[in-house]
């Protein structure tokens, strides 16, 4: 194909160099691939909830005579368009968090806050299912980085612990300093006794649009592309995300960001980062 001939060509050059550009065009090919795979992901769940609603105004339509029958498709046609919202939102976040530089914006943030907050965002959702939440360690904590996108990072991860846990267990977060070479981290675990993640799906919840159970997804309201933000975020502050799991016992997702302090800050951040 194209990379070959583009090696043929270059080849007099050195075979240093031809590897290169081989190398170069594989890794282009691969982010098109990628880019196309997106927009047909984004286009097919644009259109599930656009169908759903075209079928249910229709449905409105022809029961006029059955306010009963109306009342429950407008129902219907408004968790659907909730859904459309949440998908739009996400699309925008995970633009910004792909493009905007955090650092930009970076200042030391309080972890009681940014937990206080993410609390806060699924306490609706925690209390209908009798789900109790609590946080530890989280006094005199500071992570260096941008606000709103760390608030993102840990809501997403505290929402998805309530979605995907039985009703009447608990939500746990826990944070704490770890020492590490280039700098003490802060680690902010959230822990869940829901339904856990197969060995073989922890490695692609990651990724955009990927789902276990796309059904029990959608009925939360999800998207499949919480993670990806969280991912893209934690790689952004020059931290990282792990998951630990035990299918039908629980899953620990674990940030670890860089602590605000006096050295570190900005150019650590920015070295870790790369
Ligand atoms: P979604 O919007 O579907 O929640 P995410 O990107 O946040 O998308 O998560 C991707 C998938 O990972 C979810 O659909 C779910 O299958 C799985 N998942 C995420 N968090 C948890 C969790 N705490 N427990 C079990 N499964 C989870």
Excluded at 35 to 49: G, I, M, Q, Y
Excluded at 124 to 153: E, P
Excluded at 232 to 242: F, I, Q, R, W
Aim: proline share 3%; net charge negative.
């Amino acid at each position: 194909g194209e990379a070959l001939a583009v090696s043929a060509r270059v080849a007099p050059l050195g075979s240093r160099l031809v590897l290169l550009l081989v190398e170069d065009l594989t890794e282009a090919r691969r982010i098109e691939a990628v880019r196309r795979d997106f927009v047909a992901n984004v286009s097919h769940e644009l259109k599930t909830p656009v169908g759903a609603l075209s079928l249910l105004s229709e449905a409105v339509m022809d029961a006029a005579d059955d306010p009963e029958a109306v009342t429950r498709f407008a129902g219907r046609m408004q968790i659907e368009s909730t859904r459309l919202t949440n998908l739009v939102q996400e699309l925008i976040d995970l633009s910004r968090v792909q493009n905007d530089d955090p650092l930009e914006d970076a200042e030391p943030v309080r972890v009681d806050e940014l937990v206080a907050e993410a609390i806060d965002r699924c306490r609706h959702q925690a209390g209908t299912k009798q789900i109790t939440m609590a946080a530890g360690g989280t006094a005199d904590l500071h992570v260096w980085g941008n606000r709103g996108q760390l608030a993102a990072a840990l809501g997403n991860l505290v929402e998805n612990a309530v979605n995907y846990s039985p009703a009447r267990t608990r939500v746990g977060i826990a944070a704490r300093r770890v020492a590490a070479p280039g700098g003490d981290l802060i680690e902010i675990a959230v822990t869940d006794q829901g339904i856990g993640i197969s060995e073989k799906d922890r490695e692609r919840v990651f990724e955009r649009f990927y789902r276990v159970d796309p059904a029990r997804s959608r009925a939360t309201g999800g998207t499949g592309l919480g993670l990806s933000i969280v991912k893209h975020v934690v790689a952004s502050h020059g931290g990282e995300v792990t998951v630990w799991s035990a299918e039908g016992q629980g899953s620990t997702f674990t940030l670890r960001l860089p602590e605000a302090g006096s050295v570190r800050d900005r150019a650590r951040a920015e070295r870790v980062r790369g």
